[in-house]
């Protein structure tokens, strides 16, 4: 089935929408006459853009030929090529790529992944587009053709040189980055405010750490309460840089919050020397603190952070082998997002997962691994010896 036509521009001539009409079999008569009647740039732009989407291959090449720009995005910020990677099919893509159409600009080869045209993504590597392009936070082509359990297309992909450091999608899947320095510089000003509030919250007192670095990270261990039968251990420093990604476009400041058992050995955790069984999740909170500045991604809530591609176990003592974020509720009810004064700071909560229960995620979405998480009845504390509840 053809997408449906696109919505007209406001004062769009009628031979517009004829010809895109025509172009989609839902009116007879000649497309190529109501193209050739139309007189702005923007009208024949769109019927462009129509004829990418709905794979007509001898359409776009007519247009091609009367002066439409081939690699020029339109008014949705699309090339002609990356529609038809998309949504057009093979013959499309392969009419541009013949015509001249850059397969480097946008990502046609992510949206030809995503809609599992194998033909167009072999096209566009034999045409040069970068196996490892991405939008910052949101997967390769290979991490789209993993994620929809494409075979063909990713052992394509991985023929052409595609890495397995991909970067995941919104609120699905954050795996390894290519490495790149932290940008900008550090505001550690409101970090007093910040533990302040923090204590105010959670409660003063217990151990600190400093993790020295580019960017340092300071680690607070709030002792086991009535209220709260577990330490809680937040960053300090991860709010110090702004991150931002598609899936996050405004800027944000973030610190990390994670709840250990009563019982945890806090002071080998906390030590550089301590036994590896306690100290894997504070190594493990510091590395999520810095992921976003050193792969300048960002975290948000329901996002997943396995541990490698496959994941791998965190230490030999644990199955768990990821980490699911989620707004901090547990002290308050209700998303911590602490204001203050002009700067605002999201709280969000580390919790471990199984292999399969991050499947899961991925598969059939948050809702569904919530609601199994939900049913364990599961504590806020880790327990690196809980069976996967999936």
Partial sequence: ?????????????????????????????????????????????????????????????????????????????????????????????????????????????????????????????????NPDGANPGFPTALGTARAKGNKEIEALLLQYGASREVGGAASEVVLRHRPASASGNPDSSHLPALRASLDSIFGGGGREERFGGELPIELAAVPPSTSAPWWTVFTLGMSALETTSRHAPEPRLTELSLR????????????????????????????????????????????TVPNGDPPEPFDQTTALSGWLLLPDTIATNEALVLDLGATRVHVLACYALHASETKVKLEQGLDTLMRELAAANLTPALDPRRPPVV
């Avoid at 993504?121 to 040069?128: C, F, I, M, Q, W």
């Fill in 1 to 129: 089935m053809k997408a449906s036509p696109p919505a007209l521009s406001d004062g769009a001539p009628d031979h517009v929408g004829s010809a895109i009409r025509r172009l989609d079999g839902e009116e007879e008569g000649d497309w190529l006459e109501s193209f050739d009647a139309i007189d702005d740039d923007d009208g024949r732009r769109e019927v462009a853009e129509a004829a990418a989407r709905f794979g007509e291959a001898a359409a776009l090449r007519a247009m091609l030929a009367r002066g439409i720009e081939i690699d020029e995005p339109g008014g949705i910020g699309s090339t002609l090529l990356e529609l038809a990677a998309g949504m057009g099919g093979s013959e499309a893509v392969e009419c541009l790529l013949e015509a001249g159409a850059d397969p480097t600009l946008g990502l046609p080869l992510v949206r030809a992944a995503f809609a599992g045209h194998l033909e167009s993504v072999r096209l566009l590597l034999e045409a040069g587009a």
């Fill in 260 to 303: 250990l058992p009563a019982d945890w050995d806090i002071e080998q955790a906390l030590s550089s020397s301590g036994a590896s069984q306690w100290r894997w999740p504070i190594e493990q909170l510091v590395h999520l603190a810095r992921l976003p500045h050193e792969y300048r991604t960002s975290l948000v809530p329901g996002d």
